[in-house]
């Protein structure tokens, strides 16, 4: 089993403007299986706080619900165009009890889904999710915003489905996954190098190392909050999010 992480902050952007933050990050657990969701709302739409909200909660639920058939099914199209239809319908909702269009609620949405020894990783847009196995850092999924760094897709894209990346593998010899915005990644991603910077490393493993007894509010995630609210945030303007699994392995 994993032990978890997930944060968001409101950028200083935001802050300066008197505006809300739009990154949200979830986590469930429930028969065995462990989700970690993370939406970064686009700056262009006028309620993708609420979407990115929408997508996070109904992404987990999702992954939960449908884990044993990404992480075996056969076909991967289908996978794609279900997880997108479900995100969809409920942004449709949401657009309903807001009175807006859907595109006011995009978002990018990135998430990891673990169980017994098997993973998946689903990821729209920019952002980035990464992995350590047998000790080495590496990248599952990149940022979509490759030609221009300030055009990514969404969730509410006509080219959602063809943009999902979806990847799904054995957990032997992974300790850890990390996702993250492209406010955090500002600080944790090397774009031209296309590597995770050392930290993400540290970070992983304070949540594979943390105590397991129980507790509301445990140091090792009080000592996580800071790290983002002060270090990662200082390093852009936008909002940062962050979702971390941590393990210890043999």
Same mark, same amino acid.
């Given at each position: 089993?994993?032990?978890?992480?997930?944060?968001? &902050?409101?950028?200083?952007?935001? @802050?300066?403007?008197?505006?809300?933050?739009?990154?949200?990050?979830?986590?469930?657990?429930?028969?065995?299986?462990?989700?970690?969701?993370?939406?970064?709302?686009?700056?262009?739409?006028?309620?993708?706080?609420?979407?990115?909200?929408?997508?996070?909660?109904?992404?987990?639920?999702?992954?939960?619900?449908?884990?044993?058939?990404?992480?075996?099914? %056969?076909?991967?199209?289908?996978?794609?165009?279900?997880?997108? %239809?479900?995100?969809?319908?409920?942004?449709?909702?949401?657009? #309903?009890?807001?009175?807006? @269009?859907?595109? #006011?609620?995009?978002?990018?949405?990135?998430?990891?889904?673990?169980?017994?020894?098997?993973?998946?990783?689903?990821?729209?847009? #920019?952002? &980035?999710?990464?992995?350590?196995?047998?000790?080495?850092?590496? &990248?599952?999924?990149?940022? %979509?915003?490759? @030609?221009?760094?300030?055009?990514?897709?969404?969730?509410?894209?006509?080219?959602?489905?063809?943009?999902?990346?979806?990847?799904?593998?054995?957990? @032997?010899? &992974?300790?850890?996954?990390?996702?993250?915005?492209?406010?955090?990644?500002?600080?944790?991603?090397?774009?031209?190098?296309?590597?995770?910077?050392?930290?993400?490393?540290?970070?992983?493993?304070?949540?594979?190392?943390?105590?397991?007894?129980?507790?509301?509010?445990?140091?090792?995630?009080?000592?996580?909050?800071?790290?983002?609210?002060?270090?990662?945030?200082?390093?852009?303007? %936008? #909002?940062?999010?962050?979702?971390?699994?941590?393990?210890?392995?043999?």
């Amino acid at each position: 089993m994993f032990k978890e992480f997930h944060h968001q &902050v409101r950028g200083r952007g935001h @802050e300066a403007e008197g505006t809300r933050g739009q990154d949200r990050t979830a986590y469930a657990r429930r028969a065995g299986i462990q989700v970690l969701c993370l939406a970064d709302g686009a700056g262009s739409a006028t309620h993708s706080e609420f979407g990115a909200q929408s997508v996070v909660h109904d992404g987990c639920e999702l992954l939960i619900d449908r884990f044993h058939d990404f992480a075996n099914g %056969d076909d991967a199209l289908q996978a794609r165009r279900d997880i997108v %239809d479900h995100l969809q319908a409920g942004l449709a909702e949401t657009a #309903d009890k807001f009175q807006c @269009e859907i595109g #006011d609620l995009a978002s990018t949405f990135l998430a990891v889904a673990v169980s017994g020894d098997r993973f998946v990783i689903a990821h729209v847009g #920019d952002g &980035v999710v990464g992995f350590v196995k047998h000790g080495e850092l590496r &990248v599952a999924s990149g940022p %979509d915003n490759a @030609e221009f760094a300030n055009a990514t897709t969404f969730i509410t894209s006509s080219d959602a489905v063809a943009s999902l990346r979806l990847f799904r593998g054995s957990l @032997e010899g &992974v300790s850890g996954f990390i996702l993250m915005s492209d406010g955090a990644s500002d600080s944790l991603y090397d774009q031209r190098s296309g590597r995770l910077a050392p930290a993400c490393e540290k970070l992983i493993a304070i949540t594979a190392t943390a105590p397991t007894r129980h507790s509301k509010n445990p140091e090792y995630k009080r000592r996580l909050k800071r790290i983002v609210n002060t270090q990662i945030r200082a390093a852009t303007k %936008d #909002d940062c999010s962050i979702g971390i699994f941590g393990r210890l392995i043999s």
